[in-house]
Nanobody, 117 residues
């Protein structure tokens, strides 16, 4: 079955960096668009970034993270990444990866990112 497992979250000071990973299994990773989303405490779900399969088109980013976050993928390792630089307190959230396989949406359990001094 489809599984997405995030890792790499933690506590970081403002201005710091983290790299999140999403290990995928149970589907042909290289053939699917992958997405990062986040949910801050007391707020709704926010789309962060997406990357297409097969190198089609450029990655896309929410305005709130553009220029600070970089999404990438390693199809040989079935892994999605999110490099987060210049982190701000407002980036504090549960970060999850997401994909669509055969008409169904799949999510990971998420990894918590807390930006605080």
């Amino acid at each position: 079955q489809v599984q997405l497992v995030e890792s790499g979250g933690g506590l970081v000071q403002p201005g710091g960096s983290l790299r999140l990973s999403c290990a995928a299994s149970g589907f042909t990773f290289s053939q699917h668009t992958m997405t990062w989303v986040r949910q801050a405490p007391g707020k709704g779900l926010e789309w962060v970034s997406s990357i297409n399969n097969g190198g089609g088109g450029s990655p896309t980013y929410a305005d709130s993270v553009k220029g600070r976050f970089t999404i990438s993928r390693d199809d040989a390792k079935n892994t999605l990444y999110l490099q987060m630089n210049s982190l701000k307190p407002e980036d504090t959230a549960l970060y999850s990866c997401k994909t669509y396989v055969l008409g169904n949406t799949y999510w990971g359990q998420g990894t918590q990112v807390t930006v605080s001094s």
